[in-house]
């Protein structure tokens, strides 16, 4: 099986399953408990916490939330600021923002708050110029993604949170960089933000966990109920080994970076060039015009469609993805795409191929050789 | 072979499926995502739902199969739900789903299947295809009660040559015995309406998706004397007799529906019958017509039984003389030839008189 979807999720690293074992096993114990069970599990959690604060430039530990996910991180990094003390404030979003986040700003639309969304460029980049247009002083939180989960387009977060803070000094910024993080140096300073979200599954942890990063003094309303776990930010047992498994794959891939930086560029170039020389009207989406993650590569190729595609593929053992699929799977007008004003058609023939840690150089020629392959049955 | 296996969830293409599969064949299970809710996700009730999709991946993972969800929803807004607002709109019954055997699962679909790699396109459909040494010939299934063959009528000699119909060998006593035997999850799920995208309700969708439906208008008799009013034609079906809301020493029934100037025309029983109706669009099976005047049974709805007529070619169309005087011939629905078991085509009624 030739495994070309990382982006959706990507094969545990060791580390991560190392460090979980003990939580799984003997150290079953709740956190939130005053015996030494408790305390033993209290003490992984809170010096993982201490680790991704240091990882994701949080200024103290307590400035990191655990919650259920990246989608739940979006959730809070969005409603949190903008429902605190009763407030209805505004949130600005580009229009490529991953469903967490689109969908967060429509029900907190519903709730009241402003909402305004932001265009895009035809490689799916908001400007900040655009961004600061957009904020007023209603304005809370400006959520603008740092990379595009479809395209792996990169945004200029620093300087659209920079422009974003001329228009109204007391916006926060927010930004979702869960697909940023497998191979982008990702903290608060670097990218100029005060909310951040993470996820564990897609750095080689397990799925169900993942963190808000944020710069200290943020108030948030929570937005699951109950215990008061997490300073009240975010109740709920905690999921003690999911935390510890992130937070060791976190650093994991960070230490992992170079490397991953070089083989997967390397499979990626290899990708390009020997599809592009085995089917000359091959489409890269972003190709070089734009700054993208390193581990993407988005494509159509005219006349055939995703679907068709992605199931040949499946047949033949390779796994990719389009950006954008239903809850039944089928897949969907990507409004990523829409919003780079790519016509239906064509959208409807862009497939994503993402690489990952455990991929090689020679994994680029592979799919390289497996598209090919479809595209000259179907032609 | 491979095998491309469309499975609507239902236990009829469950079992299609689990025979394939147990024919040896590699099969791949697809759903067509026909339709979606005003949020553009699958809907909850009707068909196409997520809970219908849901069941086809149980039921294939439990084959072990490959499964996806193929979005054919503007295949089939332009070609099924836009034929039968346009059809209803002139005054006709249509039925939608000849429009989307025709156009989706036997048009569009079986190209797929060859794009997929797929030899076959196999259905749950209640019919038999077999092959007399010369040509391939649609037969009705098994099992009387559930026979589908109607909506199959417009298929060729191609289509034929490229599907498997493997329930029609079974009734559907035998289906839900074999779903349950493989411990398929859909053994014992209620059997799909017909008019499955008006999720149960033709009155309901019509109201909503045709404002034209919805008005109120005159109620007239054959001589155009208006005897009533109604809330919108979108409550009559020609043949209706209840719910007219006028009174007579005597049954009046719905002989005419034309949402177009929102007339519903009623009359008495011997009104509604007609000897004879024009049927165009016709295609035959084998490709040949039979004989002038050609003695064969006709279906002129799904669900009621042939009755006895001769075929007389007249304007590219056929001339259907029923041996009967039958009721509630209406203009849109498929008028189906049969002799004995096959089908031997058929089309559209055109007119009844």
């Given at each position: 099986?030739l ?51 240091a ?6 530990p ?37 469903e967490?986040?689109?969908?967060t ?19 799916g ?5 655009d ?6 002083e ?36 927010h ?8 191979s ?18 897609k ?13 200290p003094?943020i108030?948030l309303?929570?937005v699951?109920?109950?215990?008061g ?6 109740s ?10 992130m937070v ?21 170039s ?5 599809l592009?020389?085995a ?9 070089a ?13 005219p ?16 796994a990719?993805?389009?950006?954008s ?12 795409l829409a ?35 479809v ?5 | 072979?491979?095998?491309l ?10 079992v ?9 064949h ?11 809710g005003?949020?553009?996700r ?42 039968f ?23 569009a679909?079986l190209?797929?299947?060859a ?13 038999r295809?077999?092959?007399d ?23 060729g000699?191609?289509?034929?040559a ?34 499955c ?13 045709l ?58 029983r ?7 109706c ?14 002038e005047?050609a ?25 259907v ?8 011939v209406s ?8 002799r ?14």
């Open positions: 099986m495994y070309l979807d990382h982006a959706a999720t990507t094969p545990m690293r060791p580390e991560a399953r190392e460090a979980m074992a003990p939580y799984l096993d003997a150290d079953f114990g709740n956190p939130s408990g005053l015996h030494a069970p408790s305390r033993r599990a209290k003490d992984a959690i809170e010096s993982a916490r201490e680790r991704l604060a990882l994701l430039g949080a200024a103290h307590l400035d990191v939330v655990f919650t259920g996910g990246g989608t739940e991180s979006d959730n809070l990094g969005l409603a949190g600021p903008c429902l605190a003390g009763s407030g209805r404030g505004g949130v600005v979003i580009s229009a490529v923002e991953h967490a986040v689109i969908e700003a429509r029900f907190l639309g519903r709730l009241g708050c402003p909402v305004r969304v932001v265009p895009v460029d035809r490689f980049r908001a400007t900040p110029g961004v600061a247009a957009a904020v007023d209603s304005t809370r939180v400006v959520s603008v993604m740092a990379a595009n989960n479809e395209t792996g387009v990169i945004q200029p977060v620093a300087e659209i949170a920079a422009a974003a803070r001329e228009a109204n000094p007391a916006v926060l910024v930004t979702d960089a869960v697909q940023a993080m497998v982008l140096p990702v903290n608060l300073g670097l990218l100029g933000v005060d909310l951040l979200t993470v996820a564990s599954h750095v080689g942890g397990p799925k169900g966990v993942g963190a808000l990063v944020m710069r003094g108030e309303e929570p699951i109920h109950g215990g776990q997490e300073l009240g930010r975010r709920g047992t905690h999921d003690v080994a999911g935390i510890v498994g060791a794959a976190a650093e994991a891939a960070v230490f992992d970076r170079d490397r991953f930086g070089r083989d997967v560029g390397e499979a990626r290899r990708f390009e060039a020997k592009t020389a089917v000359p009207d091959v489409v890269f989406t972003i190709g015009g734009a700054d993208r993650l390193v581990q993407h590569s988005h494509f159509r190729v006349g055939i469609s995703a679907e068709t595609l992605l199931i040949r593929l499946d047949g033949a053992g390779v990719a993805s389009a950006g699929a239903c809850q039944s799977g089928a897949l969907e007008m990507s409004h990523v919003a780079m004003d790519l016509p239906a058609e064509e959208a409807a023939e862009c497939v994503r191929i993402t690489f990952g840690w455990t991929t090689s150089p020679h994994d680029g020629d592979s799919a390289a050789a497996a598209v090919a392959t595209v000259g049955d179907l032609r | 072979m491979r095998i296996v469309a499975m609507s969830g239902g236990v009829d293409s469950s299609a499926a689990a025979t394939m599969v147990e024919r040896g590699e099969v791949i299970g697809v759903t067509l995502k026909q339709w979606s005003p949020d553009g699958l809907p909850t009730a009707g068909c196409c739902t997520v809970a219908d999709a849901e069941d086809a991946r149980r039921v294939a993972a439990k084959l072990g199969i490959p499964y996806y969800v193929l979005d054919y929803r503007d295949r089939f807004a332009e070609s099924v739900v836009a034929h607002t346009s059809e209803y709109l002139a005054g006709r019954t249509p039925n939608p789903c000849i429009e989307c055997n025709r156009r989706v699962r036997f048009g679909l190209s797929r299947a794009e997929l790699g797929c030899d076959r396109l196999a259905t749950g459909h209640h019919a295809v077999d092959h040494g010369t040509r391939y010939r649609l037969l009705v299934g098994r099992d009387r009660d559930k026979d589908q063959s109607y909506v199959l009528h417009m298929l000699q191609g289509e034929l490229s599907i498997l119909l493997p329930i029609g060998e079974m009734t559907k006593t035998e289906v839900r015995a074999e779903a349950a035997r493989l411990g398929l999850r859909t053994a014992t799920k209620a059997d799909s309406q017909d008019l995208f008006v999720a149960g309700d033709y009155r309901e969708f019509l109201r909503e998706r404002p034209q439906a919805a008005r109120p208008g005159p109620i007239v008799d054959a001589t155009g004397t208006v005897v009533g009013s109604h809330r919108g034609t979108a409550d009559f079906t020609i043949g209706q007799r209840k719910g007219l809301g006028v009174s007579f020493g005597e049954p009046r029934y719905v002989v005419g529906v034309d949402a177009a100037t929102s007339t519903v025309t009623i009359g008495r011997e009104e509604l019958a007609v000897e004879a024009l049927v165009t669009g016709v295609s035959f099976i084998s490709g040949g017509a039979p004989e005047g003695e064969v049974a006709v279906k002129i709805r799904y669900r009621s039984a042939a009755v006895a007529a001769t075929l007389w070619t007249e304007n590219g169309g056929r001339r003389r029923f041996s009967e005087a039958q009721l509630a203009p849109g629905q498929a008028a189906v030839f049969y004995g078991d096959e089908v031997l085509g058929g089309g559209t009624i055109e007119e009844a008189a």
